[in-house]
């Protein structure tokens, strides 16, 4: 699993393993809070939920956006934080019909110089963070059955850990553990899927 990053970096959407969402950085405290400026926007050019915590490693932070799932990189490191790279994995547009609360995102994970996130789609797709090369691309569901994944990924002992949604239709929930490098799943070298149902 290795250590736990330090609060200069925010590598998942839950900040640690705990979920605890917490920093003990201290530039913004109640004494200076009032005198907060807004020192960098960026508009996604999407109009629909945006619920991904941005990611920060490598002087980078990642943002995911909703459907259609683009993922952004900006430059922590340089002056106006201007953009690296973006991805778009084109994800298919009738899984819009089966996403029950809005087409929404939330959040990419980052381990060993990957980053890690899921499109509606039921596709998790794994990018080189300095580049934004897509390195391997499993899909894990079909949305003809209802099933869709706007969750963020949890990478845990190289592995990428994902699930469905797609209760409000009926759909029966599953985990997925992705090699996080190669994206296939245990078992199942040829035809990555589902390897845990609940």
Known sequence: MGPAPGDAE???AGKDYANTRFSNLAQ??????????????????????????????????????????????FDLAQP?????????????????????????????????GRLFFNTLDNQTVALD???????WRTKLGEIKLGESVT???????????VGNSG????VRGWLTALDAATGQSPGAPTAPGPTARC
């Open 80 to 112: 106006g934080f201007a953009l690296k790279w973006k991805f778009e994995p084109n994800p298919h547009p009738s899984s819009q019909g089966v996403a029950c609360c809005d087409t929404v995102n939330r959040g990419a994970a980052y381990a060993d």
């Open 129 to 135: 963070a300095k580049s934004g090369r897509e390195l």
């Open 28 to 73: 913004v405290s109640a004494a200076n809070v009032a005198r907060l400026q807004q020192v960098f926007t960026f508009p996604t050019g999407l109009d629909r939920g945006h619920e991904a915590a941005p990611i920060i490693a490598e002087n980078t932070m990642f943002v995911v956006g909703p459907f259609p799932n683009p993922v952004f990189a």
């Open 10 to 12: 925010w590598v998942r």
């Open 151 to 161: 969750m963020a990924p949890l990478v845990v002992k190289g592995k990428v850990l």
């Open 167 to 170: 209760g409000e239709f009926g």
